[in-house]
């Protein structure tokens, strides 16, 4: 598969899979990496890197990402932000076309922080990898047990929500409440963290073609390319629903955001009204979301603005017509 299909299949279904700054000591963000991946059931290649280990948890480990003897198509790095421009040219020797990004130290950091993610996304580019994060967890697919998370994580529920986030939560605590509590499972999830390289419009378009999603919800802090996600957005709408919760908005959660994942945030009426003109549906929170994708999921979108109202109350009735 070729083009942006090609480069997004390489992380929720990879030829392949190497964790940079993998552990043995259980508990450890680099120890749960691994295990989730092994208890859950992941039948793809797993490679740990760890010079000091020689297995963890069954699996064989290797010092270095050249003594992988196969080729590996998407890396997860756990190393420090300093370590990460270095590792660039030796992905790539490796066949690597996909990683995320774990590290944080950028742009939600410092300024400098910033010119070093710019200057890593470059170098990416250059070697022909594109790169989830900084900053990030994830991705998530159900349909092959693909879970990279850094704490425990319970066994994935098939589901046709697929979820963009820009917050590690939605890789756990999000998918525990739709399981638990809305009773519904997932098809896949990804958080993007600082958006250096691949950003909503991109996940939107290959969701929009992907067969095993029904329903896209997307929570964001900021856009760094307006329009091309307005043009994004109003053609997948026309494929399925996709459900917005913009968070930041107040002044006080936009200073939240930029230290988050280093977001700037745009006008919120500009931002309310690109999203209503492309067709996406825009909530007020993060229970909304779900609930709303939840009733997608499982109805049709009505096909035109026919709607009859039955009630036993009159009052009731004009409300209603009101809303």
């Known amino acids: 598969m070729r083009g942006l299909n ?188 600082n958006k250096a390289d691949i950003d909503d419009s991109e996940v939107v378009e290959y969701l929009a073609d992907d067969p095993e999603t029904k329903v896209i919800a997307l929570h964001i802090e900021g856009m760094k390319n307006g329009r091309r996600f307005f043009e994004v957005a109003r053609r997948a709408c026309l494929k399925k629903p996709i459900v917005c919760y913009k968070s930041g908005w107040s002044e006080e959660g936009s200073r939240a955001a930029a230290s988050h994942t280093g977001s700037m945030m745009g006008s919120k009426q500009v931002i309310d009204a690109a999203l209503k003109q492309s067709g996406v549906i825009r909530v007020r929170d993060m229970d909304s979301l779900l609930e709303f994708s939840k009733a997608f999921a499982y109805l049709h979108p009505p096909k035109g603005n026919r709607v009859g109202i039955v009630t036993v109350s009159g009052g009731s009735g004009v409300m209603a017509i009101d809303t």
């Open 6 to 193: 090609g480069q997004l299949r390489a992380f929720f279904e990879p030829d392949g899979l190497v964790i940079i700054g993998a552990s043995r000591n259980e508990g450890r963000p680099g120890y749960c990496a691994v295990e989730n991946l092994v208890r859950l059931g992941y039948p793809g290649r797993i490679y740990p890197v760890n010079p000091e280990a020689d297995e963890i948890l069954g699996l064989k480990a290797f010092p270095d990402i050249e003594s992988i003897p196969d080729r590996v198509e998407f890396a997860v790095v756990l190393a420090p932000a300093a370590e990460v421009m270095g590792l660039v040219p030796r992905l790539a020797s490796k066949g690597v076309k996909a990683v995320t990004l774990v590290s944080g130290g950028f742009s939600e950091y410092s300024r400098q922080g910033a010119i070093l993610e710019s200057q890593i996304v470059e170098a990416a580019r250059k070697a022909g990898i594109r790169i989830v994060g900084p900053n990030a967890l994830g991705p998530i697919n159900s349909s092959n047990n693909l879970a990279i998370f850094l704490a425990y994580m319970s066994p994935l529920k098939k589901g046709a929500i697929s979820l963009v986030a820009q917050t590690g939560q939605a890789c756990s605590h999000v998918i525990e409440w739709v399981d638990s509590f809305l009773r519904q499972g997932v098809s896949k999830v990804i958080d993007l963290g």
